[in-house]
């Protein structure tokens, strides 16, 4: 089993549509979870940052982490073209290994 | 510029020759991470670089896979007699201190012919 697991898609959408992205883990020690989006042939960009449980919101975007489930979320409320990219969810543990463990991203398309 | 930049943005080369791909990272961040990422696949760790301490080389594919970090600034990642599944992007980051607030780079798309 992978340490981080994300479905890759890809995933098409209208505009305005809600969109939910995941991943599951297996490392319990994961303090810190992020998403990354990357669009083509660009390096990935920081979107969300967030610590343990619980939510954060940051304009259109919430991320949410469940670490009893180990299961993290990414929603894009009223999706535009412009977040037509690839997600990446990654993890990280400080004082660990202190490396991302990145899952394999997701393609989405938001079509007008 | 205020970013990660790295050259070549793209590099072709022959199987068997040396090729040696370069991360300008933000200046004073002390960590410093290789990537490779393949098509349909995530990002691989190659190694990473913090401060002055000994490089993890643990995501190295091959011992034709060789990286440094001058002065604790520029980073250099070298592969040796490259073969064909070496073609990927290879990505640099870099953050002020190992936070996986990474900053990441443009890439190097290397085509090994």
Redesign the interface.
Known sequence: QKEVE?D?GPLSVPEGAIVSLNCTYSNSAFQ?F?W?RQYS??????LM?TYSSGNKEDGRFTAQVDKSSKYISLFIRDSQPSDSATY?C???T?GG?????????MKLTVNP | GAGVSQSPSNKVTEKGKDVELRCDPISGHTALYWYRQSLGQGLEFLIYFQGNSAPDKSGLPSDRFSAERTGGSVSTLTIQRTQQEDSAVYLCASSPHPSGREVFGPGTRLTVL
């Open positions: 994300q890759p810190y992020m990354y042939r660009k390096g990935p960009e920081l940052y990446l990654a993890m990280f400080q290994s202190e490396k991302l463990v990145f899952g394999k991203g």
